[in-house]
């Protein structure tokens, strides 16, 4: 299981949701996929939880919102997969391995770890391209800091270090 976002986000609205359905539907369609009832279980899931999830977190919304159905981890990395192929979700790898998956419709970010507490944050877009532009100047290299994740220590962990030294 993982944490959600430091900073929560605000829920999906209504029209939000019923817009993104509909993108489901027909990107599934215009690929050749079948609007099946666990694929769109599945996006309702990343849609109600607007957040960085992963697939144990999905396969439960599916069981709380689905009782009778059987689905199980391997279906559901499937769909993420497929979702993943066509465009609708990003993944995050962290540096064990798990994953974890948000909706594409944020746009590709970075993000930061907090190493001690876990705690999970955005990278600001615009800070992020400053740090690419940067790199990129000094030393030629073009970073790709969408997709990844950067570790180190929350300004809160560090308080609480500070105040243990002090
Ligand atoms: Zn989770
Ligand atoms: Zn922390
Ligand atoms: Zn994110």
Redesign the pocket.
Known sequence: MCQG?AIAREPLSAAVRRAERARLRKVLRAEGYAVTAQRRATYDALLDAND?TCVEHILEAIQRAHPTWRVNKTTVYRNLDLFQALGLVRE?RHEDGRAQY?LAL?GP?G?LICRQCGALF?LDPALAATVQHRLREHSGFAVDLAGHALYGVCARCATVRQGAVA
Do not use: K
């Open positions: 976002s960085h995050m948000e944020h970010h993000h955005d």
